[in-house]
């Protein structure tokens, strides 16, 4: 696994739009990108399905397409 | 029994049907395609940006959920605009309670864990789109014209998420072909990743529960992994799976 450099990304991105719309969020990608639902687990009694059982479902089914 | 309005047929808007569908609601799913209509769950066909045709598909609903999501990242300046101006318009007309499924990219940049009291800052193209869109649909609610709510969730993960919506999903067909996986930004970076069946849970506790009216809310996930972990935690798990 390997992280595309932006400087190539940039370059990708003047002849593939969806590149350039990677470029515009790379802040979601470069650094922490956490989301914090303490509000509605208080409120609505909500709680996130661990993530070993998110692994689990998601590899159950067949390679995503 | 209240009568549930789906509009979007992807893997949000499916899974939330069938939630509603099996907590004993009437549904109904309005999508560009429509489909074979069962006895939990109505298709129609509509054009979402067609507020006419799309008060018209919906008839009565208690509750209106956008679940949309046009598919071409960058078309969203053009595609957004008229189908959240439709579905909120269908909603002031229907006097339904409208929850949209938002993103995080409204806040832009973060400093920290996001909530949904985090400043709408982001100045990118597609940021600043979602951060309008949430504006004109709370100042409807705060005009008195409508009810609206929004649930914001970070990418995806889940079976039946297509490659095409998650980088996350995208990455894994690679690796499972045997191919070095080339990760956006920082393979290192802890992100969150959220669950499409929490996203239904929670959508239809917003549109099932009057207090989550006026604002939005961030659907619970998991502890964050960066993409390595998670990706690493997806990959193991498959080698070990039990056929069938």
Redesign the interface.
Known sequence: ????PWPV?RAVGLAV??M???V??????????????????E??G??????DD????????G??? | MARHVVVGKGPVGSTTARLLAEQGHEVLVLSRSGGPSTDQVGHRAVDAGDVEALTGAIGRADVLYNAVNPPDHTRWTQDWPPIGAALLDAAERTGALLVTMGNLYGYGRPTGPMTASSPLAATDVKGRLRAQMWRDALAAHQAGRVRVTEARASDFVGPGVPSAQSHLMRQLATLRRGRRAWVIGDPDAVHSWTYVPDVAATLVALGTDERSAGRAWHVPTAPPRSQRQALTDLLRRWAHRRPG
């Open positions: 696994m390997s992280g595309v990304l739009p969806v350039r719309e990677v515009d969020i790379r802040h979601q990608w470069d650094a922490p990108f956490v989301l914090d639902a303490t509000e509605t687990t409120t609505f909500l709680r996130p399905t661990p993530w998110v692994v689990r479902a998601t590899t159950a089914t390679v995503p397409v």
